[in-house]
T-cell receptor, first 113, second 112 residues
Framework: NAGVTQTPKFQVLKTGQSMTLQCAQD?????MYWYRQDPGMGLRLIYY???????DKGEVPNGYNVSRLNKREFSLRLESAAPSQTSVYFC????????????FGSGTRLTVV | DQQVKQNSPSLSVQEGRISILNCDYT??????FLWYKKYPAEGPTFLIS?????DKNEDGRFTVFLNKSAKHLSLHIVPSQPGDSAVYFC???????????FGSGTRLLVRP
């Protein structure tokens, strides 16, 4: 009963450090997404992957890179972390079927000091 | 420019009464709308959706209404229960897009 799994759950980085947030889904979904949630801003799309082998920018891609490693895994990389990237990050997947919503992971809380 | 707007950051209702959460959108290309519920320290969970070819969709205590001419949708919860206390996000997408665009959320508190 896994769904979408994100690691790590919490992380503190110093400004300028790099890290990769991992995401894996076991539902055989084609599309995967990375969102960030900030107070009063809702969830904003960072990057998405419509299918294995493709990635595209969302609303707020600056400072991030992604890799769709295979159909299951979609990682988000911060090359040089900045305090503005302090946020809660959510990965999601979508089967692209009518009436079926996205499935979200439980999130990664990232603090950049 | 926010394409999906939830203008009420919070709402408080008495247990047993109706909760009405509102959402407005600006992009006329959106043809599919969803509501998500989020508890603290958890990811959003899908609640209910509606296609633009419908004006109403019901699932138990939850009903979503869509007014395309006004670019407005609402989520009704009847009767409201304390366990419904959470943040509710409205979201929209189009058939040709792979992107789901969210509103800023409304925090619902259901008082016992």
């Amino acid at each position: 009963n896994a769904g979408v799994t994100q690691t790590p759950k919490f992380q503190v980085l110093k400004t300028g450090q790099s890290m990769t947030l991992q995401c894996a889904q076991d539902m055989n979904h084609n599309s995967m997404y990375w969102y960030r949630q900030d107070p009063g801003m809702g969830l904003r799309l960072i990057y998405y992957s419509a299918s294995e082998g493709t990635t595209d920018k969302g609303e707020v891609p600056n400072g991030y890179n992604v890799s769709r490693l295979n159909k299951r895994e979609f990682s988000l990389r911060l090359e040089s972390a900045a305090p503005s990237q302090t946020s809660v990050y959510f990965c999601a997947s979508n089967p692209r079927l009518a009436g079926v919503g996205y499935t979200f992971g439980s999130g990664t809380r990232l603090t950049v000091v | 420019d926010q394409q999906v707007k939830q203008n009420s950051p919070s709402l408080s209702v008495q247990e047993g009464r109706i909760s009405i959460l509102n959402c407005d959108y600006t992009n006329s290309m959106f043809d599919y709308f969803l509501w998500y519920k989020k508890y603290p320290a958890e990811g959003p969970t899908f609640l209910i959706s509606i296609s633009s070819i419908k004006d109403k969709n019901e699932d138990g205590r939850f009903t979503v209404f869509l007014n395309k001419s006004a670019k407005h949708l609402s989520l009704h919860i009847v009767p409201s229960q304390p366990g419904d206390s959470a943040v509710y996000f409205c979201a929209a997408t189009s058939d040709s897009s792979y992107k789901l665009i969210f509103g800023s959320g409304t925090r619902l508190l259901v008082r016992p």
